[in-house]
């Protein structure tokens, strides 16, 4: 049926039957509007016409910085139209199940969420074929020039989340609508296409890559790369993909990934994606990792070259679980993902390297989540883990708040529950709504009934309504305390009352102990002490880029310019939103840092993804 429906639109092409009836762009007269739509950020009408399963046939041009071919779409329900999700794609003709062009119209442009495409559906209809053309701005496509890369040759990467898959693949773009999906991705001479689905090993002769993902999943979880990659197998149901000169390395950082598995596995029962694998883009990649089922997408700043930094592959892998197969349903939802997700990335890790460094992980997110509370407000409406991002980007719910005011709210419900009974609960929750969508009205409510009111006392001690739908951090909170971080304060202590750096026990310090040692550091120290500081423990000099962004962070606070070039290099050279944000954000504290930052970064934006550029011109009030 796939095959057959677009055998039909190459004769339409061939005949030329398309383009007679299509409607123009911008014409109005489209039904669709926000209001009827249960998701804030998507035109879509799943409830009407909802997709079940997309067929991608794209063709990957450099030259042009654009993607060319076709997406056929089936679907369900028995609407008159199906409402998709488009931002700046050229649409070029759309062709029915029955052979005959369809009526179709783009909707007014919507700040962030783009135009509404809307299809006229005559009876009987279960899908239709999609001829388009991406834009060379696409926000999803980040094309890098090949001295971008370390092996000299051109690299393409998408990121979907929230809403940009509507950038590069007409499709109902809510994270509430599940597909399955395959794809053929027509690629130029000597590159490899990898997506979030099954993946070839090896290179294509002819440079075609065929992909199936058999499971459904929401848009925002479409993903593609295209470059000189090379496969390195880590287990039996593992892998990494690199550019060659950078994946040994990266199967050494990532050694331990089949340990992690069965550590998830053991906790919140099987892995629902039959492989797992890495893929390690270039730095300029805005994030540390996006969980892209069966590939995950990485930084290349987490090779520490000491395993220091494998708590983001735990990450990923934990949205194996919680996101990737229960999903929120709305950006409002977003805690259902990563409040869950960097919960049982801690418990993951306390698998396997034990309590105290696990809690060591704790104390650093619960440090994160105080400069979040801080820095917007401990009353403001955005600390609620429930948010309302309508007519906002949804990447303004990208804070602490999901990720760390989540994790405490669920390690709060574990101290209450009891670990034993707390696990059984989310090991049926993940059984229980697999492969569905839900909001946190739905889990609040399966939260109470199964869990809650199965426990005298336990729904008083738990204020749910207080976590959820208020500000800030409820006072029965679970702490955390650190055994091994009292030791560095001792530490940092002695150096306060005049000990020199040479001097310091720091014997056995692994990067979270640096991370907390430098965060305490105070913001008048002088030249003298920084320079002790630097001699010492070789901060600017350090391979960790998580200590190297530290370490700058403290270097701007206080003045010190002796790290300059260093931090120049690092803001051109890694494009990761997590590390530039703080380190612009402080530079633009002051008149000097901040004309020195704008001198940076007219160098180094256009290296920048556009998710980490859009984050960084609001900091510097940036206008080009
Ligand atoms: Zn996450």
Same mark, same amino acid.
């Given at each position: 049926?796939?095959?057959?429906?677009?055998?039909?639109?190459?004769?339409?092409?061939?005949?030329?039957?398309?383009?007679?009836?299509?409607?123009?762009?911008?014409?109005?007269?489209?039904?669709?509007?926000?209001?009827?739509?249960?998701?804030?950020?998507?035109?879509?009408?799943?409830?009407?016409?909802?997709?079940?399963?997309?067929?991608?046939?794209?063709?990957?041009?450099?030259?042009?910085?654009?993607?060319?071919?076709?997406?056929?779409?089936?679907?369900?329900?028995?609407?008159?139209?199906?409402?998709?999700?488009?931002?700046?794609?050229?649409?070029?003709?759309?062709?029915?199940?029955?052979?005959?062009?369809?009526?179709?119209?783009?909707?007014?442009?919507?700040?962030?969420?783009?135009?509404?495409?809307?299809?006229?559906?005559?009876?009987?209809?279960?899908?239709?074929?999609?001829?388009?053309?991406?834009?060379?701005?696409?926000?999803?496509?980040?094309?890098?020039?090949?001295?971008?890369?370390?092996?000299?040759?051109?690299?393409?990467?998408?990121?979907?989340?929230?809403?940009?898959?509507?950038?590069?693949?007409?499709?109902?773009?809510?994270?509430?609508?599940?597909?399955?999906?395959e794809a053929t991705i027509?690629?130029?001479?000597?590159?490899?296409?990898?997506?979030?689905?099954?993946?070839?090993?090896?290179?294509?002769?002819?440079?075609?890559?065929?992909?199936?993902?058999?499971?459904?999943?929401?848009?925002?979880?479409?993903?593609?790369?295209?470059?000189?990659?090379?496969?390195?197998?880590?287990?039996?149901?593992?892998?990494?993909?690199?550019?060659?000169?950078?994946?040994?390395?990266?199967?050494?950082?990532?050694?331990?990934?089949?340990?992690?598995?069965?550590?998830?596995?053991?906790?919140?029962?099987?892995?629902?994606?039959?492989?797992?694998?890495?893929?390690?883009?270039?730095?300029?990649?805005?994030?540390?990792?996006?969980?892209?089922?069966?590939?995950?997408?990485?930084?290349?700043?987490?090779?520490?070259?000491?395993?220091?930094?494998?708590?983001?592959?735990?990450?990923?892998?934990?949205?194996?679980?919680?996101?990737? +197969?229960?999903?929120?349903?709305?950006?409002n939802d977003f805690w259902?993902?990563?409040?869950?997700?960097?919960?049982?990335?801690?418990?993951?890790?306390e698998e396997l390297y034990?309590?105290?460094?696990?809690?060591?992980?704790?104390?650093?997110?619960?440090?994160?989540?105080?400069?979040? +509370?801080?820095?917007?407000?401990?009353?403001?409406?955005?600390?609620?883990?429930?948010?309302?991002?309508?007519?906002?980007?949804?990447?303004?719910?990208?804070?602490?708040?999901?990720?760390?005011?989540?994790?405490?709210?669920?390690?709060?419900?574990?101290? +209450?529950?009891?670990?034993?009974?707390?696990?059984?609960?989310?090991?049926?929750?993940?059984?229980?709504?697999?492969?569905?969508?839900?909001?946190?009205?739905?889990?609040?409510?399966?939260?109470?009934?199964?869990?809650?009111?199965?426990?005298?006392?336990?729904? *008083?001690?738990?204020?749910?309504?207080?976590?959820?739908?208020?500000?800030? +951090?409820?006072?029965?909170?679970?702490?955390?305390?650190?055994?091994?971080? *009292?030791?560095?304060?001792?530490?940092?202590?002695?150096?306060?009352?005049?000990?020199?750096?040479?001097?310091?026990?720091?014997?056995?310090?692994?990067?979270?102990?640096?991370?907390?040692?430098?965060?305490?550091?105070?913001?008048?120290?002088?030249?003298?002490?920084?320079?002790?500081?630097?001699?010492?423990?070789?901060?600017?000099?350090?391979?960790?880029?998580?200590?190297?962004?530290?370490?700058?962070?403290?270097?701007?606070?206080?003045?010190?310019?002796?790290?300059?070039?260093?931090?120049?290099?690092?803001?051109?050279?890694?494009?990761?939103?997590?590390?530039?944000?703080?380190?612009?954000?402080?530079?633009?504290?002051?008149?000097?840092?901040?004309?020195?930052?704008?001198?940076?970064?007219?160098?180094?934006?256009?290296?920048?993804?556009?998710?980490?550029?859009?984050?960084? *011109?609001?900091?510097?009030?940036?206008?080009?």
């Open positions: 049926m796939r095959q057959d429906i677009q055998l039909v639109l190459v004769l339409a092409l061939t005949f030329g039957l398309l383009g007679c009836s299509a409607a123009p762009e911008g014409e109005t007269g489209s039904s669709s509007t926000m209001t009827d739509s249960l998701d804030p950020h998507s035109f879509a009408r799943p409830d009407e016409v909802r997709v079940t399963h997309l067929a991608l046939d794209l063709t990957v041009d450099f030259d042009h910085r654009i993607l060319e071919g076709t997406a056929a779409l089936e679907f369900e329900g028995e609407g008159s139209e199906l409402v998709l999700d488009t931002r700046n794609l050229d649409i070029q003709a759309i062709l029915l199940d029955d052979g005959t062009a369809a009526d179709f119209s783009l909707g007014e442009e919507v700040e962030f969420l783009g135009r509404s495409l809307t299809i006229a559906l005559p009876a009987g209809t279960k899908s239709a074929i999609v001829r388009y053309v991406t834009d060379p701005s696409a926000e999803a496509l980040q094309w890098l020039s090949p001295q971008q890369t370390s092996g000299g040759k051109p690299f393409l990467f998408t990121q979907s989340q929230a809403i940009l898959a509507r950038t590069w693949v007409p499709c109902q773009d809510s994270p509430a609508v599940r597909m399955t999906y027509r690629v130029p001479t000597g590159l490899m296409a990898v997506m979030s689905a099954e993946n070839a090993t090896e290179r294509s002769p002819q440079d075609i890559y065929t992909f199936r993902m058999a499971q459904p999943i929401p848009s925002y979880l479409l993903a593609l790369a295209v470059g000189d990659l090379a496969f390195q197998s880590l287990g039996e149901r593992s892998g990494v993909f690199a550019e060659p000169s950078v994946l040994k390395k990266a199967a050494w950082e990532f050694a331990e990934v089949e340990e992690m598995m069965d550590a998830a596995e053991r906790l919140y029962g099987p892995y629902r994606w039959e492989r797992y694998d890495l893929l390690v883009l270039p730095p300029s990649f805005p994030f540390g990792g996006m969980e892209n089922p069966r590939l995950t997408f990485a930084t290349p700043t987490i090779l520490a070259g000491d395993r220091s930094l494998v708590a983001l592959v735990a990450h990923e892998l934990a949205h194996s679980w919680s996101g990737n +197969l229960v999903t929120n349903a709305t950006w259902l993902n990563e409040g869950f997700t960097s919960y049982i990335e801690n418990r993951i890790m034990g309590t105290d460094y696990a809690k060591m992980l704790a104390v650093l997110s619960r440090q994160d989540l105080a400069d979040t +509370l801080e820095e917007i407000g401990p009353e403001a409406a955005d600390t609620h883990l429930f948010l309302d991002l309508r007519n906002r980007n949804p990447d303004d719910g990208m804070t602490a708040i999901a990720y760390d005011k989540g994790a405490a709210f669920l390690a709060t419900m574990e101290s +209450l529950a009891g670990r034993e009974v707390w696990d059984d609960f989310l090991a049926d929750y993940f059984s229980t709504f697999g492969f569905e969508s839900l909001d946190t009205e739905r889990f609040a409510s399966y939260l109470t009934e199964n869990l809650l009111d199965a426990n005298p006392g336990l729904a *008083d001690k738990a204020r749910l309504e207080e976590w959820i739908y208020g500000p800030g +951090l409820p006072s029965n909170i679970a702490p955390v305390v650190s055994g091994a971080f *009292d030791e560095v304060d001792r530490v940092a202590a002695a150096w306060a009352e005049g000990a020199t750096a040479a001097e310091l026990e720091t014997a056995g310090w692994t990067t979270h102990h640096w991370l907390y040692f430098l965060r305490g550091l105070p913001d008048n120290l002088s030249g003298t002490q920084m320079t002790g500081l630097d001699k010492a423990f070789g901060f600017t000099t350090s391979g960790n880029s998580e200590i190297l962004c530290a370490w700058l962070t403290v270097a701007i606070r206080n003045d010190y310019r002796e790290t300059d070039s260093a931090l120049e290099d690092f803001l051109t050279r890694v494009g990761r939103r997590k590390f530039l944000k703080p380190l612009y954000a402080e530079l633009a504290k002051t008149e000097r840092g901040l004309e020195w930052a704008r001198g940076v970064y007219a160098g180094a934006r256009s290296g920048y993804h556009s998710i980490s550029a859009g984050t960084i *011109d609001e900091i510097l009030s940036w206008s080009g």
